[in-house]
């Protein structure tokens, strides 16, 4: 639990300090807000910094604990904005769930936590023995292969309803194709990407 104090100072500086020594850390370990004066003395709200990492690893062991199982975590850095966590050991499939919904909603949950009163976002991606990585390569496939057939036959294509987080894949992967777009249809959890041609597209 993130503890916090309000406390007293003659100056903002005396009371940041006596709230740092009554929670015990240091001024790179906290957070603080300056709530303004009262009595003729400043008033500050110190509270224990939790890393982001420190949380996600909070939850996600949690969640393999009531599994009864046990694994590891590595976490990396795609970019500045990204936090990736692969999980793997003993009888940890079960955060996969049926089509990867569990290993969704596990990652949800993460981006909820990390990013609640906060103003910068970061995006948690969880991932567990690679299932992830695996089925983001078979729908890149997918979305070319479904563009391909969409430009032959010149009608589009309605894949099957996907999580979010697979539609989206769908959509980065063409993106950038000159041929055909993209778009979601219906109501999760049935929603589902069409691949259509772009208007006026001529194929040669």
Known sequence: MVRSIIEKGKTVEEAIALALEKLGLDIENADVEILGNEDELSVVKVTEHVKDE????ALIDTVIGYLGSDGNLEFSYPDDET???D????NVSGLIGKRGDVLYAISYLCNVVVNRDKETYK???VDCENYRVNKEKKLIDLANTTAARVCKYRRPIQLQPMPAAERRIIHTALQNNHMVETESFGVDPQRCVVVRLKPYTKVI
């Open 54 to 57: 420190t949380k996600i690893k």
């Open 83 to 85: 936090i990736k966590v």
């Open 87 to 90: 999980v793997s050991g003993e």
């Open 123 to 125: 995006r948690i991606i």
